[in-house]
């Protein structure tokens, strides 16, 4: 179900059945010479609404602009600032409890949004804690990060061994592929390619990762590939969410 698509009696309806809800998050940023700025909100996204239809999970919109400061020297980056991203999930916390959702269960397709999330669940447990909702005391958040899914990550080091590298990798790119295969782009990549280094602002990123990719080669992707990578992500995440469901 997604709560885009819903009338309000629905979502009121959905929840005397489940106070759970899944939260896709992504970021819009440069994804190198092939990858679209949209990969990770895509890739988050498409995961969310395949474990929705799965565990008969609501599915709130996906939060499209992440944390990726230090990509915003490309152009197309857009960001949000740590304290933003935090205020914004607060926010949306603040008015899902109100109502009765108590489980957030967050896919997110970015790292940079990791720290970021964790902060913002600290201060929201504190924050909502201290609202007289009277459930507030059941809230629990979560964040899953669909390319570290076990199956996931062990499928993309057969697929593409040291190639998958950390940024722009061939396994987003592929889930994306799969998706959106009129938005293939065929552009030639360098064979080297920078890693290692350290990230600190956006302009000295650009400098040390001159064509946006850390360590990878997207040109190893492939549609199937993407399919493949979507559907353990999907079983996997179903799995978990169950799960988070039943901690209490
Ligand atoms: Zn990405």
Redesign the pocket.
């Known amino acids: 179900m997604l709560l885009n698509l819903s009338t309000w009696p629905e979502v009121e309806d959905y929840l005397n059945t489940s106070q759970g809800l899944i939260i896709p998050i992504g970021?819009t940023?440069q994804?190198g010479p092939t990858?679209l700025i949209g990969?990770?909100s895509i890739?988050a996204e498409v995961i969310a609404k395949g474990v929705g239809e799965k565990t008969q999970a609501m599915v709130a919109p996906t939060i499209n602009v992440g944390m990726a400061l230090h990509h915003t020297a490309f152009p197309g980056t857009i960001s949000l600032r740590p304290t933003t991203l935090i205020q914004v999930i607060e926010d949306y916390l603040t008015c899902l409890t109100r109502v009765g959702f108590t489980r957030f269960f967050f896919i997110n397709?970015?790292?940079g949004n990791i720290a970021s999330l964790k902060g913002a669940f600290s201060q929201a447990y504190n924050y909502l804690a201290h609202l007289n909702f009277p459930q507030a005391d059941q809230v629990r958040c979560r964040v899953e990060n669909w390319f570290m899914c076990s199956s996931v990550y062990k499928k993309a080091k057969e697929l593409y061994g040291d190639q998958e590298g950390s940024?722009?990798?061939p396994s987003?790119v592929a889930v994306t592929q799969y998706i959106h295969p009129e938005s293939v782009k065929n552009v030639p990549l360098s064979e080297k390619v920078a890693s290692g280094y350290p990230i600190y602002g956006a302009v000295d990123f650009r400098r040390h990762y001159p064509d946006g990719r850390i360590g990878s080669n997207p040109a190893l992707a492939t549609p199937k590939h993407g399919q493949q990578l979507y559907n353990l992500a999907v079983e996997e995440l179903c799995e978990s969410y169950l799960k988070f469901l039943q901690d209490n």
């Open positions: 970021s940023e994804h990858g990969t990770d890739c397709g970015h790292g940024h722009a990798t987003e």
